[in-house]
């Protein structure tokens, strides 16, 4: 029992103790029926506020689960590590013996021919820019075994492609291994990804443009970008920025719709 229960009990019992003592009194009538009516009185107030109070007590909210004191904090959404390096990758879709990785598949076959190295694989003997069809061209395709065709793919991101069945031949060398590629010794990758320089949590596929180039803001455009679900447009300018000491490579970066190019962080590069 609570205090105001206790101060209800203790009235209630002096209102009857009264009341009792006035029947005893030898005096008027009409005094000991007013002291008996006044002690009914008084108890059953008394008990009034002692019921109420303990049922306001009872349903007063308790430090349980459900109260906000008595919830968990929120636990913080784990952040990505930062990106301290760029990570440089080789594109390796035909084997030494001259057979397709077991990653990629054939999505398409045509006649056509190739007639000039590769223009985003210049250093790489067995890339080729390759026709098609009604005048399509491919870069960069790879020889395949004795060099009667070659399979064409769009970007590191695309593990299908086109396989050419050539007219003339081209040369497949067999000895050809990508040299290690370390800062500075190729700043014209095949493929970038870059972090969008205005939204961090953003990337960006890049892939070399070949053919006629074009300037913006007086810089050579020489990737062409999309975000990473495919929208957007982009362009990487110049070449890869390679500064002393920082293992993270840099860009100049122009978003279409965008005022001015600006320079963003090379997550990943393909050769």
């Known amino acids: 029992m609570d205090v105001n229960g206790w101060v209800a009990l203790l009235l209630g019992t002096a209102a009857v103790m009264c009341g009792l003592a006035a029947l005893f009194r030898r005096e008027q009538k009409k005094l000991r029926i007013g002291l008996i009516v006044l002690s009914l ?8 506020v002692g019921v109420g109070s303990s049922l306001s007590r009872s349903t007063e909210p308790t430090g349980s689960a459900t109260s906000p004191s008595a919830r968990p904090p ?18 390796n879709v035909v084997g030494d013996s001259g057979q397709l990785g077991d990653d990629y598949n054939v999505e398409a076959t045509a006649s056509g021919a190739c007639s000039d190295g590769s223009q985003v694989l210049y250093d790489n003997p067995n890339a080729y820019r390759c026709s098609f069809g009604d005048s399509s061209l491919a870069d960069p395709c790879l020889a395949l075994a004795d060099g009667e065709s070659v399979f064409c793919v769009r970007s590191p991101w695309a593990l299908s492609g086109v396989q050419i069945f050539l007219e003339e031949p081209v040369s497949f060398d067999p000895t050809f291994v ?10 014209y990758p095949w493929a970038l990804e870059v972090v969008d320089p205005r939204e961090s949590g953003q990337y960006w596929q890049c892939r070399a443009l070949s053919g006629a180039g074009y300037e913006i803001s007086g810089m050579r455009a020489t990737w062409g970008c999309k975000r990473s679900d495919g929208s957007g447009e982009a362009t990487a300018l110049n070449s890869i920025i390679v500064i002393d000491g920082d293992p993270l490579w840099k860009v100049w970066f122009y978003e279409e719709g965008q005022p001015e190019a600006i320079r963003a962080n090379v997550v990943k590069v393909w050769h």
């Open 178 to 187: 990508d040299p290690s590629v370390v800062a500075g010794d190729n700043l």
């Open 41 to 48: 009185v008084f108890t059953v107030a008394a008990l009034a």
């Open 74 to 91: 929120s636990t913080p959404p784990s952040m990505p590590p930062p990106i301290v390096a760029t990570d440089v990758r080789q594109l």
